[in-house]
């Protein structure tokens, strides 16, 4: 996919999460996060929330099946939500809002 490893950070949190980002050519990010082999997670940071989960779902990918797992959350500065993709691999859509009105 054009993605090349630009850095790891070990030993986060209390899940011992290991995150590996990775940047392509056009300065794009994604991030793949493994906590004590309980689960992997990519992190996609998007420019469209709402087109990038509509899009995901429309192409196999779900909610989780836990309520609060499913939830959007809006923390004023971004969006971000959990779907499981087809393969069963966690992902975060999340988009970091520059500018609210």
């Known amino acids: ?3 090349e490893r630009h850095h790891t950070k070990e030993g986060i949190g209390d899940n011992n999460t290991t995150d590996v980002r990775m940047k392509d050519a056009n300065g794009f990010y994604v991030d793949v ?3 004590d082999g309980e689960y992997t997670m990519i992190r996609i940071n998007v ?3 709402d087109e990038a989960v509509e899009f995901l779902l429309a192409h196999g990918c779900r909610k989780p099946r836990h309520e609060s797992a499913s939830k959007t959350v809006d ?3 971004s ?3 959990i ?3 087809p393969s069963g691999y966690l992902l975060e859509i999340s988009q970091h809002i520059k500018n609210r009105d």
């Open 1 to 3: 996919m054009g993605f």
């Open 79 to 81: 969006k971000f939500t």
């Open 75 to 77: 923390t004023g500065s």
């Open 33 to 35: 996060a493994r906590g």
């Open 83 to 85: 779907l499981v993709g």
């Open 47 to 49: 420019d469209d929330f």
